[in-house]
Nanobody, 118 residues
Framework: QVQLVESGGGLVQPGGSLRLSCAASGRIFSINTMGWYRQAPGKQRELVATITSGYITNYADSVKGRFTISRDNAKNMVSLQMNSLKPEDTAVYYC????????????WGQGTQVTVSS
């Protein structure tokens, strides 16, 4: 089993910054992808950014150039640095881990609220 715990959410003004962190524990396995998804009320959950255990990154077009995803394999953590935040970034942000194996398993954190408002 894998457990994911997010932290760092909160209220920030437009143009401000936040850094989200997610700590993973349990049977993670070495080959995996970690990332962040978000969901606003009345909207579908959408991908924000992912990063593989080989440090390959993928970003949603809406956050490219503003957000940076990183990971620390020694600490089993993934972070999301969010700069130039916009009101449309307001959502619950969920940490995600896909563990490669037979079968491949997907895990989710409990979510952390990010609110961008003046």
């Amino acid at each position: 089993q894998v457990q994911l715990v997010e932290s760092g959410g909160g209220l920030v003004q437009p143009g401000g910054s936040l850094r989200l962190s997610c700590a993973a524990s349990g049977r993670i396995f070495s080959i995996n992808t970690m990332g962040w998804y978000r969901q606003a009320p009345g909207k579908q959950r959408e991908l924000v950014a992912t990063i593989t255990s080989g440090y390959i990154t993928n970003y949603a077009d809406s956050v490219k150039g503003r957000f940076t995803i990183s990971r620390d394999n020694a600490k089993n953590m993934v972070s999301l640095q969010m700069n130039s935040l916009k009101p449309e970034d307001t959502a619950v942000y969920y940490c995600n881990l896909v563990r490669r194996g037979m079968p491949t398993m997907t895990y989710w954190g409990q979510g952390t609220q990010v609110t961008v408002s003046s």
